[in-house]
Nanobody
Framework: QVQLVESGGGLVQPGRSLRLSCVSS????????VGWYRQTPGGQRELVAV???????DYGESAKGRFIVSRDNTKRTVYLEMDILTPSDTAVYFC?????????WGQGTQVTVAS
């Protein structure tokens, strides 16, 4: 059974940084597009950032210039470095791995930005 396990969430003050990690059990991890989405209560799940198998990246508008997504295929792990956090970044952050019709999700990790 495929597993994606996120970690690194928590409570952080505005302006500070946080790093999320997502470790997967996926065989063939390197061919997947992997990354992060987030969701607020009552809101839709939205793209934060993904990194493709060739290393190129895509970012949601809210993440551009502040967040960096990266991957380590040897560790089957995807990271999200988040800087200059604001209260609007408060959400549950989900890890995703996508390969054609195969799509796997983690259970999510809560990020709360508040003073």
């Amino acid at each position: 059974q495929v597993q994606l396990v996120e970690s690194g969430g928590g409570l952080v003050q505005p302006g500070r940084s946080l790093r999320l990690s997502c470790v997967s059990s996926i065989t063939g991890f390197a061919v997947y597009t992997v990354g992060w989405y987030r969701q607020t209560p009552g809101g839709q799940r939205e793209l934060v950032a993904v990194v493709h198998r060739n290393g190129t990246t895509d970012y949601g508008e809210s993440a551009k210039g502040r967040f960096i997504v990266s991957r380590d295929n040897t560790k089957r792990t995807v990271y999200l470095e988040m800087d200059i956090l604001t209260p609007s970044d408060t959400a549950v952050y989900f890890c995703n791995a996508l390969y054609f019709s195969l799509s796997y999700w983690g259970q999510g990790t809560q990020v709360t930005v508040a003073s």
